[in-house]
């Protein structure tokens, strides 16, 4: 079955420090990866995403992933951590459902961030 | 910026009321989606318009009734619910349902509490 893992349920970094959060993912076929971003109070806001090509997608605030077929992985990472980033991010592969698309979440990562 | 539009922000009704969600985007996105997410947890896919016409509803509850007049605006009508049923509702858009590499877009979301 489609599954996507994100290992970290809470992490803490300090302003300015490099950041990544990972994403696993369980899928047959290539997969069409997603990563969201969710202020508190707010809605989802789509980071970037990997459909085919590079591997390595850059996305809005700077952010960018990798996609690595052999290790089911697609890492989100930032060089250099903002206050404003604290949020939560799910990490989402898309497939085929019932003749429509669907999105499969992670349980998300939130991340908070030290002055 | 979201071009997903969601009124109201915030709703409080009672067990015995009736009310509706409204969702509105204006970039011409043939399908429509409306999730379901409770604190600290991913989104669940509640129902997808695609053309609009009903194409997936995941087992929900008859006390959530969706309806898509055009093809711009997504409902969600509410009525008897349960203090349980409190949480964001998301509604949600993309080109087409077809196809797992679809972009999904997300409001900003409706506050439901259910007293």
């Known amino acids: ?115 | 910026d979201t071009e997903v539009t969601q009124t109201p922000k915030h709703l409080v009704m009672g067990m015995t009321n009736k009310k509706s969600l409204k969702c509105e985007q204006h970039m011409g996105h043939r399908a429509m989606y409306w999730y379901k997410q409770k604190a600290k947890k991913p989104p669940e896919l509640m129902f997808v318009y695609s053309y609009e016409k009903l194409s997936i509803n995941e087992s929900v509850p008859s006390r959530f009734s969706p309806e898509c007049p055009n093809s711009s605006l997504l409902n969600l009508h509410l009525h008897a619910l349960q203090p349980e049923d409190s949480a964001l509702y998301l509604c949600a858009s993309s080109q087409d349902s077809q196809g797992p590499g679809n972009t999904i877009y997300f409001g900003e979301g409706s506050w439901l509490t259910v007293v």
């Open chain 1, 1 to 115: 079955a489609q599954s996507v893992t994100q290992p970290d349920i809470h992490i803490t970094v300090s302003e300015g420090a490099s950041l990544e959060l990972r994403c696993n993912y369980s899928y047959g076929a290539t997969p069409y990866l997603f990563w969201y971003v969710q202020s508190p109070g707010q809605g989802l806001q789509l980071l970037l995403k990997y459909f085919s090509g590079d591997t390595l997608v850059q996305g809005i605030k700077g952010f960018e992933a990798e996609f690595k077929r052999s290790q089911s992985s697609f890492n989100l990472r930032k060089p250099s951590v903002h206050w404003s980033d604290a949020a939560e991010y799910f990490c989402a592969v898309g497939l085929i459902y019932n003749q429509g698309g669907k999105l499969i979440f992670g349980q998300g990562t939130e991340l908070s961030v030290k002055p």
